[in-house]
């Protein structure tokens, strides 16, 4: 098992930035790719930005492209999602998630990914 823990969210007033970690524990060898999603009161969790762990390759969702960066610290199994640009849409809670076993990249479905962190609420106000 993979757990997962977010931290960074916050109030941000639009046009700031914030920076979102993601630390992994446990079987962090079997990993093979991690992706961030944000849910909206009353909408559906949606893909953010997705990163292979090996090779760093990156995929984000069209709304991001451009402001949002995902990185990765393979030697600190730690995930960062740096979100420039904020604008009040962005507003939601924020999870990291990690690939299941059988994970193929940019694969960016919600079914994709086995492990979930418990959320980090990011406000950008206007």
């Known amino acids: 098992q993979v757990q997962l823990v977010e931290s960074g969210g916050g109030l941000v007033q639009a046009g700031g930035s914030l920076r979102l970690s993601c630390a992994a524990s446990?079987?962090?060898?079997?990993?093979?790719?991690m992706g961030w999603f944000r849910q909206a009161p009353g909408k559906e969790r949606e893909f953010v930005a997705a990163?292979?762990?090996?090779?760093?390759?990156?995929y984000y969702a069209d709304s991001v492209k451009g402001r949002f960066t995902i990185s990765r610290d393979n030697a600190k199994n730690t995930v960062y999602l740096q979100m420039n640009s904020l604008k009040p849409d962005d507003t939601a809670v924020y999870y990291c998630?990690?690939?299941?076993?059988?994970?193929?990249?940019?694969?960016?479905?919600?079914?994709?990914?086995?492990?979930w962190g418990q959320g980090t609420q990011v406000t950008v106000s206007s």
């Open positions: 990163i292979s762990m090996s090779g760093g390759r990156t």
């Open positions: 998630a990690a690939g299941r076993l059988e994970y193929v990249f940019p694969g960016a479905d919600p079914a994709d990914f086995g492990s």
């Open positions: 446990g079987r962090t060898f079997s990993i093979l790719g």
